[in-house]
């Protein structure tokens, strides 16, 4: 796989093989990336809860809060990138990072597919079992139906039956969060599509953003960006690529910086940022560097992974109007992915994956086809990680 956007250019290998670990990350060329996978762990371990778990551990599609790592995020955008970029106000925001880790969870997800093929097993199998015994087994939950495509069906007759499928799910699931079970009548005679942002979470209080109104974003700009005066001390030599790396790895001096960076070290002080102590000597302020380190790289933080002191200044920036919190399914990321990958209501780029295939207007092109199929499948796992996320989290909210 290789990426080409504004000159940049990088390859990543996806390998399947014998090795003495479950997954080695290793940089073969500064320009070229290899990540092998223990094909005897997938051998050895074929049990469908494990086989979902490689989707969290071995190719990290959800970090340790559960938020899915699709979707584009706004700092990661390079700094040629918000120079030479020209994207339309209505497109997807994508970027190199973006493009680079869609083309490897793509990779991914084809190369696992195939070596599960070996022993007679599919995503699509796995994905049913979820469903109709493992919520019924493990949560207690039942009534979620789902149905899988027959074997040895073409890529265009696979995608067309797991569209409606993927649609019905979601509505299964609003009517367990609104009504704590699933009433076929109410499902059949409901025809319309769902808008992500209006699935509700079974947790009251599951993510928190930044209020429009909060001076965050400035904040987050002086600590974290390439491009902030404060990279790195004016009177030092050694250079950082941002203020929260250089005070996490050096010890510096309000007087090492000059007028205007003082300014700026002020107005950090005065948020509570960073502590300067009566020598002069900086410090961060952990629990507050914390939360708008997350917030900057993910765009949404996850109450509900948070305990003691973190959890609490958490909900202080909350009281303070800092932060708002909504309880949704899918984070706001993750819904604007969605909307990119499956229909174009929001970015005139969209793939428009569910639309095409259910009107008819899809490609042709035999590789393209392919490919499609294998986005909806990375949809496919989002929704059961979202979803199984749910159920436990509202076990374990009850104890």
Request: charged fraction near 25%.
């Amino acid at each position: 796989m290789s990426t080409d956007r504004f000159c940049f250019k990088t390859s990543t290998i996806i390998s399947f093989s014998d090795i003495s670990e479950p997954k080695i990350y290793e940089r073969i060329e500064p320009d070229t990336s290899k990540i092998s996978y223990d094909i005897r762990w997938i051998q050895n371990n074929l049990d469908y809860p494990t086989l979902f778990n490689n989707f969290i551990y071995l190719f990290e599609f959800f970090d340790g809060c559960f938020r899915s790592l699709f979707p584009a995020i706004q700092s990661r955008q390079r700094a040629l990138e918000l120079i030479t970029g020209n994207r339309g106000k209505t497109e997807y925001p994508k970027n190199y990072a973006f493009d680079i880790e869609n083309s490897v969870s793509l990779l991914q997800i084809i190369a696992y597919q195939d070596i599960l093929s070996r022993f007679k097993i599919s995503i699509e199998n796995m994905s049913k079992w979820f469903f109709e015994t493992y919520l019924p087994d493990e949560f207690n939950v039942h009534g979620f139906i789902f149905s899988i495509p027959s074997p040895g069906t073409t890529y265009v007759e696979k995608i067309k039956s797991l569209c409606p499928e993927m649609d019905s799910i979601l509505k299964q699931f609003r009517l367990y969060q609104e009504y704590g079970d699933i009433d076929r009548e109410l499902l059949e005679i409901s025809s319309n599509p769902i808008a992500f942002s209006s699935l509700k979470s079974l947790i009251s209080d599951k993510y928190a953003y930044i209020s429009p109104s909060s001076h965050i974003p400035y904040e987050q700009s002086l600590l974290f960006s390439d491009q902030s005066i404060l990279t790195s001390p004016s009177s030092k030599e050694f250079r950082y690529s941002s203020l929260y790396e250089c005070l996490t790895n050096a010890s510096v001096n309000f007087s090492d910086y000059n007028s205007i960076q003082q300014q700026r070290l002020s107005y950090l002080q005065s948020t509570k940022s960073i502590v300067i102590e009566s020598n002069g000597i900086i410090h961060l302020n952990d629990k507050r560097i914390f939360i708008l380190k997350d917030l900057y790289d993910r765009e949404v933080t996850c109450l509900q992974y948070y305990k003691g002191d973190l959890k609490s200044y958490i909900l202080s920036m909350i009281n303070s109007g800092e932060l708002v919190v909504e309880n949704t399914l899918f984070s706001r990321p993750e819904q604007d992915y969605l909307k990119y990958i499956l229909n174009r209501s929001k970015y005139s780029d969209g793939l428009d994956l569910r639309n095409k295939y259910m009107h008819g207007t899809y490609s042709i092109d035999a590789e393209t086809q392919q490919n499609d199929y294998y986005e909806l499948l990375k949809i496919l796992i989002l929704y059961i990680g979202k979803i199984n996320e749910e159920f436990c989290l509202r076990d374990s909210k009850q104890g």
